[in-house]
DNA sequence: CAATTGATGACAACCGATTGCCAAATGTTG
DNA sequence: CAACATTTGGCAATCGGTTGTCATCAATTG
C-alpha cells in the first residue's frame, strides 16, 4: 500500500496506467472495453492500475475517436411547465441506468430554437427525444434522416413515438360532463401549432357530434396559468357551462380568474384540465383533469430511443407506444347550474 | 449558384473547407476563431465555403484540443422540485447567452450521487454549479480545487456561493406572525444535512430570544409534500398555533393534512412556508410565504462562474452574491386563535 | 516433434479540431 | 535595388481514446 499524493495533478489517462503496467495504451483500452481480448492477468494488473490511479475515461476523446457521445438531448418547450418535470425525470433516471447522459434544452416554445438545438445536438448527442415539437413533419422528418430520433406527443409517420392518449381520455371527459348534464361546453384551445390540441380537439368534435351535444373551439391560449384569465372570461362570455381546457396550466388559471369574478366552481362552471402535474391536486378547488404515467413516458422514450441505438438481435423495436390516460374527477366538475 | 446534393452525408470538417479553398486546415481553422491572423480575402472565401457546406464546428474535437468543453453542470437534489424550475431556467438562459452547454443533473438527494457526478463533470464540463449542496465543507472545497465551482444556498468558504438571504426573511415572518398575536410557534426543518435548514433555524432562534416568543424545532422532515401530513401532525401535536416550514412544499403539505384534519387555516393555525414556488399562489388557502427572485439567484451563479472561467482584466469578480427576500403575505397566516 | 490454430498484445492510423514554430510572400524603408 | 520588418499560411504535434492489422508466442493436434 504505497503512500499517493493525490488530488492536485490532473486526471490519469490510459497512457499514464500503459505506463504504469509496462503495456501499450491500445492493451489497456482493450483491456477495459473488450476484457475478452486480453489476457486475464494482464487484465487484472491494468485494472488495478486504473483503480490506483483513479481512472475515469475522457469522455470528450471516446467520442472523438468512437463517434458516440454517450449523451443524449431532451428538448422541451418549457422547462417551467411541471408537465415536464415528471418526464425530466423519467428521461434522467432510464438514462442514466443506461449509462447515458441527458442533454436538457429548453427551447422556448419556438420552432427555430427547436429546430437549431437540434442541428448542435446532431453533432454531441447520439440521439434526441424532442417532446411537443412545433416542427412541422417535413423538417421533423428531415432531422430523423440525420440522428435517431423519438418524439412525445407527437405523431409523424416514420418517426418513433410515444404518444400519450389524451384524446381518448377527453371523450372520457365530455361524457363525465355529460352525465352531470352539461350540454353547453367550451375547448379552451391550446397553441396552434400544437399537435396534442388538435387531436384532442378532433376527438372531443367527433364525440360531441355522437353524443349531440355542443362543443365550441375557444382560444388559442398559451399553455400557462397567465392566459388562464383570458380563457375564464372567454368561457364565461360564450356562455357554456362547462369546459375543457387544453392543460393544467391553463385551468388552474381559470380557477383563479373565475374566483376573482365570483363564479363558483363547480356550483356555476365546471372545469377540467389535463396531465394532473403538480399543483392539480391542492388548488382550490381541486382539478378534475386527465392523468397519464408521464415519468413512465419519458422511460419509455429513451428504451425506444436506445433500442434504436443499439439495434440488439431480439425483436424489433416498437416505433409507436401510446400511453394511457384516465379522468381523475375532483372538486372542479360538478352538476350542471339549474336554468335561469 | 451551384445545385448542391444535401442532407445525407456526414457534417463538414475543417479538412472539406480547406480542400474547398486549397488552403490547410490550420488555416481553416485560424480564420474561423482568429480572424485577424488570416488575410481579409482567404478569410472571405473560407468564410463562405463554410456556408455553403453548412459547417458547424465539431464541439468534442474542440473541446479535446483545447481543454475547454463549453458546458457547464448544474446539479439540483431533486429535478421535480419546483424550486428548481426558475433556477434551471435561469441558468440556462444565462449560459445560452454566453454560448455554453447546461448540463443538468439530478443528485437525488444524495451525496455519493453529488459527489460522482462531481467527478464525471470534472472531465466534461468548464465549471459546475451546485445547489444546495449535502457535501461537506471539506469535500465542497477538494472539488472546487479541481473544477470552478459555485454554489446556491450553500456558503463555504473558498467556495464562491449565491445565498438567498431567507433567514432575515425568516425573522420578517416570526415577527409577522408575533404581530399577528402569536407566541407558540413551531419551525418545520428541512433534511438534517441541508445548511440552508440550519441557517434559518439559527436565525430563527436569535429572533424569537431576541422577542421573547418560544420558537420550538420539530422535525427533520423531507422537502416533499409527502412529509407534509408527519409535519402537520407533529405540529398539531406540540400545540404551537403557527409554524413556519422549512420550504414551501412542505407547507403546501400540511395545508392538505390540515384541511384532512378538519383544522382550519389560518383560523386555527398559521403556516408560513418558504420559496415562493409555482402553487403557493393558489393552494387552499393560499399561502403565506418567503419569496426571492430565483430565476434571478440561477443568472448571477453562471455570471460568477464565467468571471471564473474567463478572467477579464476588469475588476475582480465577487464571491459572494445575497439575494434579497421578502415576506408575502397570503391568506394562510392570521390572528392567534382565542383563547380555551 | 513439426505444423496448425488461437490467444495475445504492439503498432499505427484516425476522429476533428488547436496551436507553436517556421518558411514564404509581401510590404516598407534607406 | 538591397536589406529588413511584417504578414500570412503551412507543417506537424497534440488532446485521449478506438480499432484494424499483424507479429509473436503458446497450446493443441496429427
Keep these: 500500500m504505497a503512500m499517493q499524493a493525490a488530488g492536485t495533478e490532473r486526471p490519469a489517462t490510459i497512457h499514464d496506467i500503459a505506463a504504469m503496467c509496462g503495456v501499450a495504451a491500445s492493451t489497456v483500452s482493450r483491456a477495459l472495453s473488450t476484457p475478452d481480448r486480453v489476457n486475464v492477468r494482464t487484465r487484472v494488473r491494468i485494472e488495478a492500475a486504473a483503480a490506483e490511479l483513479?481512472?475515469?475515461?475522457?469522455?470528450?476523446a471516446k467520442a472523438l475517436s468512437s463517434g458516440r457521445t454517450g449523451a443524449v438531448g431532451v428538448l422541451v418547450p418549457d422547462i417551467t411547465n411541471p408537465f415536464y418535470f415528471d418526464l425530466i425525470r423519467g428521461t434522467q433516471l432510464q438514462l442514466k441506468a443506461a449509462g447515458?447522459?441527458?442533454?436538457?434544452?429548453?427551447?422556448?416554445?419556438?420552432?427555430?430554437?427547436?429546430?437549431?438545438?437540434?442541428?448542435?445536438?446532431?453533432?454531441?448527442?447520439?440521439?434526441?427525444?424532442?417532446?411537443?415539437?412545433?416542427?412541422?413533419?417535413?423538417?421533423?422528418?428531415?432531422?430523423?434522416?440525420?440522428?435517431?430520433?423519438?418524439?412525445?406527443n407527437r405523431d409523424v409517420a416514420g418517426v418513433p413515438a410515444v404518444v400519450i392518449d389524451t384524446p381518448s381520455a377527453t371523450s372520457q371527459a365530455l361524457d363525465h360532463l355529460i352525465s352531470l348534464?352539461?350540454?353547453?361546453?367550451?375547448?379552451?384551445?391550446?397553441?396552434?401549432?400544437?399537435?396534442?390540441?388538435?387531436?384532442?380537439?378532433?376527438?372531443?368534435?367527433?364525440?360531441?357530434?355522437?353524443?349531440?351535444?355542443?362543443?365550441?373551439?375557444?382560444?388559442?391560449?398559451?399553455?400557462?396559468?397567465?392566459?388562464?384569465?383570458?380563457a375564464a372570461d372567454a368561457a364565461v362570455h360564450s356562455g357554456v357551462t362547462a369546459c375543457i381546457a387544453f392543460n393544467d396550466l391553463i385551468a388552474i388559471g381559470m380557477l383563479q380568474r373565475l374566483r376573482e369574478r365570483g363564479i363558483r366552481v363547480p356550483e356555476d362552471m365546471s372545469v377540467v384540465g389535463c396531465d394532473d402535474i403538480f399543483g392539480a391536486d391542492?388548488?382550490?378547488p381541486p382539478l378534475t383533469t386527465m392523468a397519464s404515467p408521464i415519468e413512465q413516458a419519458g422511460r419509455v422514450s429513451v428504451s425506444m430511443l436506445l433500442a434504436q441505438l443499439n439495434p440488439l438481435a431480439g425483436g424489433g423495436s416498437r416505433s409507436r407506444s401510446l400511453m394511457p390516460t384516465h379522468l381523475t374527477v375532483r372538486g372542479s366538475t360538478g352538476p350542471v347550474p339549474a336554468g335561469p
Design 181 to 230: 348534464g352539461h350540454t353547453r361546453i367550451a375547448y379552451m384551445a391550446g397553441p396552434l401549432t400544437s399537435q396534442s390540441s388538435t387531436l384532442r380537439w378532433n376527438a372531443l368534435a367527433a364525440a360531441a357530434e355522437d353524443r349531440g351535444v355542443e362543443v365550441r373551439r375557444l382560444g388559442p391560449f398559451a399553455p400557462k396559468t397567465q392566459s388562464g384569465a383570458a
Design 54 to 60: 483513479n481512472y475515469t475515461p475522457n469522455s470528450q
Design 282 to 284: 391542492f388548488c382550490n
Design 100 to 152: 447515458y447522459t441527458q442533454l436538457l434544452v429548453d427551447t422556448e416554445e419556438s420552432d427555430e430554437v427547436e429546430a437549431s438545438s437540434m442541428e448542435q445536438l446532431r453533432k454531441s448527442a447520439d440521439g434526441i427525444i424532442v417532446t411537443a415539437s412545433r416542427l412541422s413533419d417535413e423538417a421533423l422528418l428531415a432531422a430523423a434522416a440525420k440522428i435517431p430520433i423519438v418524439t412525445i
